[in-house]
């Protein structure tokens, strides 16, 4: 197993073995907004609901949502419930139809699409890479779950207000105390520890929340005996506070930190030492000046930086030399209204601004084994680049949302995107409907162009380009149907398609898709594709009844390819069959009992070959190549969580003991394959070897909530 995949299976299996403390999150009650005429098609009657408020939007997902999403909504407290990993948000999301993710990082592909082209916004800020430990691609968020209290993700085609981004959108709000009552947590492990707290001052009209964690994930690393070679540490904050200026208007203050460091020393490879830290502060005006007028007003400043130092040899020869430091300085203000014209009718509008630098400093040396004329030789390559990009980005939109008789309502939108440093000026139009069939049945379609320009921050030095690359422009195809049976039976089915015209260019490693020095490996290769597709049908039915049972399942028939002329690659996660379901047994208040299993069909790799190549001092050589890039594929993956959770109810708190299970049944779920060869008689012999993902690992924990 090599540097990466260590950091990934010890980050991933010390998170599982962690124990944090969690403040009870109750969902923030909407601000007042302008009624409108609507039918609400999830509660089976007739009563009205704001037309603002009516999900239009096929494709979303809610969390800590009750009684205001669509059938697939999830309330925190199901999710506390059921088996988790680590506690961590986005780890959380990827139980969700159309997302996809492995066993080591945090980050997601939606319906085929990677982690970058999501746009994450919270308390109304966008924030830019929120993930620690991106040396092992981000192996866990930034953001603390217990922190969160709203979540929504839509994975398909979202409303105008959403620019930049091709794929899909994640909002979520915070925890907001209410009343006098104050709250505060402390959690400690092995692995890590995080306090919270939060209260209201002045009559509830002031309002404060803060968590941090600290997280010490080499300590893991020394109980394994590994203490030498690898060394990871995290810590974050989250911190606000929100004051009722008058009534009607809410001014907040929010504050964002993370931090993390990596020392990777291996004795067959360079060491890495890296360091990474991200800062975002942000103000944030809700105002209704009216029953029908209201507006949010959000001035962000980020400031992110890159540290990574790379030096040593490959197999005692090979020289690597690295020195890579960047930073990024944004500053955004976006501004959006809505305003009831009618009781039929309803107008959002709004604009973003942007202004963004960014500093590069990159230098790599490293040496290629390459077989020259009959020489085996180390190949120099050698990589400089200093450029200093800026950015200035102006996007704004339009969307009416008409109710159109008792029944249907839609929403036509407009957005206007530009870009200086890519030069892009893109016109986007959206639309979305909702018809509603019977009080029980919502059939929702959605249509629209979503482009994404290339951030200052995405250029691929490390591949020695510094070119900006036109944006991409994806066209979503969604149609959604979804009925409320009776005895609390919801079922959602779903069909959509996402063309990309001129999709980024990107690098791919063939070989080793995980390792702590991407570019400097000789298995590289660019892929310029000239369109992509996803396509699929999801269902997704729960039931929720009276009874301590609930049951969630899902299924997804799906592709994700990209095409070069008349070549068709498969998507780097693509999965044609996708299986979720969970079950959750709650006997009484004290008691809860949960399963959750998963099964996808295997992802594509490029197979490896291997020969004995003859050199001129007659000594032999052994040479790789490469079959069809991402021709293969890895076996089926399958695997089941258990979990059971105890809550003691005392003067002091709450306090809820858990037991999770992860992998239950010990599945070996291979990510990728390691060779080793040897040759005698001038015959080689491959071994070939899984790299699994995680293991079974059981873990308990407590929680204690004052």
């Not at 360079?270 to 942000?282: A, E, F, I, Q």
């Not at 085996?376 to 704004?396: E, K, Y």
Request: charged fraction near 20%; hydrophobic fraction near 40%.
């Amino acid at each position: 197993m090599n540097a990466l995949a260590r950091v990934g299976f010890v980050v991933a299996g010390s998170l599982l073995s962690s124990a944090p403390v969690s403040v009870l999150a109750q969902p923030n009650p909407p601000a007042s907004t302008p009624p409108a005429a609507a039918t609400d098609d999830r509660s089976g009657s007739e009563a009205p609901i704001r037309l603002d408020r009516f999900v239009v939007t096929p494709s979303r997902f809610s969390l800590s949502d009750a009684g205001a999403g669509s059938p697939s909504t999830l309330t925190e407290a199901e999710l506390s419930a059921l088996p988790q990993v680590g506690e961590d948000l986005f780890r959380a999301i990827a139980r969700l139809p159309g997302v996809t993710a492995d066993d080591f990082t945090a980050k997601f592909w939606v319906r085929g699409a990677p982690q970058r082209q999501l746009l994450v916004r919270l308390d109304g800020a966008d924030l830019l890479e929120p993930f620690h430990l991106k040396d092992v691609d981000g192996a866990l968020s930034i953001i603390d779950l217990s922190a969160i209290s709203r979540l929504d993700l839509m994975t398909g085609g979202f409303n105008a207000d959403y620019g930049n981004r091709a794929a899909g959108v994640l909002t979520m709000e915070s925890f907001t105390p209410r009343g006098p009552t104050r709250h505060a947590s402390l959690g400690l492990s092995l692995t890590g520890m995080r306090a919270g707290a939060a209260g209201t001052v002045a009559d509830s009209r002031g309002r404060w929340a803060a968590s941090i964690r600290r997280g010490y994930p080499d300590l893991a690393l020394k109980v394994e005996g590994r203490e030498e070679d690898i060394f990871p540490r995290y810590w974050d904050a989250y911190g606000k506070f929100e004051f009722d200026v008058a009534p009607g208007h809410t001014v907040s203050a929010h504050a964002l930190h993370a931090t993390d460091r990596l020392r990777v020393l291996d004795d067959n490879a360079p060491d890495l030492r890296s360091s990474y830290t991200s800062d975002t502060l942000w103000t944030r005006w809700r105002a209704d000046f009216s029953e029908t007028l209201s507006a949010e007003t959000v001035a962000t400043y980020a400031f992110l930086t890159w540290r990574r130092d790379g030096a040593g040899r490959y197999n005692n020869r090979y020289a690597l030399e690295l020195r890579d430091r960047r930073s990024l300085a944004s500053l955004d203000l976006r501004q959006d209204w809505s305003t009831a014209l009618s009781p039929h009718t309803v107008l959002r509008a709004g604009w973003q601004a942007t202004r963004a630098e960014a500093d590069y400093a990159y230098s790599l040396y490293r040496e290629d084994p390459t077989v020259i004329n009959g020489v085996l030789v180390a190949n120099p390559r050698r990589i400089r680049l200093t450029p200093s990009p800026s950015n200035d980005a102006l996007g704004a939109f339009v969307a009416p949302r008409f109710a159109v008789g008792p029944a249907f309502n839609v929403e036509p939108g407009l957005r206007f995107d530009r870009h200086t440093a890519s030069g892009d000026t893109d016109v986007s139009p959206r639309f979305n409907a909702a018809y509603t069939l019977t009080p029980r049945t919502t059939l929702r379609a959605a249509w629209g162009l979503y482009t994404q320009a290339q951030g200052v921050h995405e250029l691929p030095v490390p591949f020695g380009d510094e070119t900006f690359q036109p944006a991409e422009q994806a066209e979503h195809r969604i149609v959604s149907l979804d009925h409320r049976f009776e005895r609390g039976i919801t079922v959602r089915v779903e069909a959509y398609q996402r063309l990309t015209a001129d999709p980024r260019a990107h690098w791919l490693n063939r070989y080793d898709t995980y390792n702590v020095f991407p570019e400097a490996q000789t298995d590289r290769l660019l892929l310029s594709p000239d369109r992509a597709e996803a396509a699929g049908v999801e269902i997704l039915a729960q039931y929720r009844g009276r009874g301590p049972l609930s049951v969630t399942m899902s299924y997804a028939l799906s592709k994700a390819e990209e095409t070069m002329g008349v070549t068709a690659l498969p998507g780097l996660r693509d999965q044609r069959h996708a299986v979720y379901t969970d079950l959750t047994y709650t006997p009484n208040a004290r008691w809860s009992f949960s399963a959750a299993w998963q099964y996808h069909t295997g992802w594509p790799i490029t197979g490896v070959n291997f020969a004995l190549v003859t050199l001129n001092n007659n000594s032999r050589s052994t040479v790789r190549s490469f079959g069809p890039t991402l021709g293969s594929r890895l076996p089926d993956y399958h695997r089941l969580d258990l979990r059971a959770a105890r809550t003691f109810v005392t003067k002091h708190g709450v306090v809820k003991v858990f037991v999770d299970v992860f992998n239950a049944y010990d599945q070996a779920n291979p990510i990728a394959y390691d060779y080793t060869t040897s040759s005698a008689g001038g015959v080689i012999t491959v071994t070939k070897k899984p790299r699994n993902m995680l293991p079974i690992l059981p873990t308990a924990g407590i929680s204690w909530d004052l």
